[in-house]
Each structure stands twice: as C-alpha cells, then as structure tokens.
C-alpha cells in the first residue's frame, strides 16, 4: 500500500488490508482528532473527569462515527463523563424544543459502565450561530467543525 491508500499490487490480501486500513482511518479521524485538538487546548487534558464537545455542521459522516467516540474514554483514562452536542443544519430529529433535547445517553462497553463512564447526546438542528443564542447552549470544551467546505489550498488564496 502506498501512503494515499492505494494497491501496490493486485494481491488479493493487500486489497483486504488496504480496505480494512481505509475503513478504520474513516471510523477513527474525527475522534483522534478532537484528542489532538484537546491536549493542544487544554492542560493536563488526561486528567479532566468531564468533557464537553461540540460537533458544528454535524452530518452523515460525523453520526455515523458515533459509536467511536467511546474511544475518548479509553484514550483518556480519567474521563468519567463525555456530552457531545451535535448541532447543524443537517442534523435530523425532532424540532429544536426543550422536550425535544434531553440528552440521550449511550451504552458505553462493560468496563467503562463499571467504572461510571457515562456518555450523553444532544443534537440542534440549524446554524451554529443561532443555537448560542437558545436556552440549549453550554459552553464546550471544545468546539469543533468536520468537512465544513474549508481547506488549506482555500485559506492560503
């Protein structure tokens, strides 16, 4: 395999591999880079028992990586309890009322249930703007945007 994933030859073994290598390069991005944005941000992040995420511009590919961010837990040993708030204009759900946004809580493996470990989901569907302005908001931790349109090449323009 070459470094952009690609056959090097068209051994059907490497083709398994590579698939393997690009589904789980897919499934773990978006975790391993909020754990990098993280200790970036925050001091002695592997000792904070709380977390609070903010995924902006959630879509298909960033719900579909939740079950990952359980992962969080196991890379930070002493997190206890992890709220991700997805909000976008892509978001799907029920409408954006006070009943409607009570975290949903996630089953988390049998040694973080165990040990405490609780993870909770909230979702808001529309701008990231206007959902600082409602009654949902709390301020991350962190605060983050996947696939928003934006890149290096575009920026140096």
Known sequence: ????????????REREFVEITRCATNMMAIQLTLIAALEAIIPNVSTRSSIKL???GAA???FNS??????LSHLLPSLVVLHLSFVGLNVRGPTNDPESHSPHTRQCCTMCTKMGR????????GPYHAYLETEFYKT???????????SVNQQSD
Not at 1 to 12: A, C, E, G, I
Not at 118 to 125: L, N, P
């Open 1 to 12: 395999m070459n470094r952009d994933l690609k056959y090097l030859s068209n051994d059907p």
């Open 54 to 56: 903010h995924i902006i």
């Open 60 to 62: 298909a590919v960033e």
């Open 66 to 71: 939740i079950p990952a961010f359980k992962e």
């Open 118 to 125: 609780t993870i909770s989901i909230t979702s808001w569907r």
């Open 140 to 150: 991350p931790d962190l605060a983050a945007a996947f696939h928003s349109g934006f």
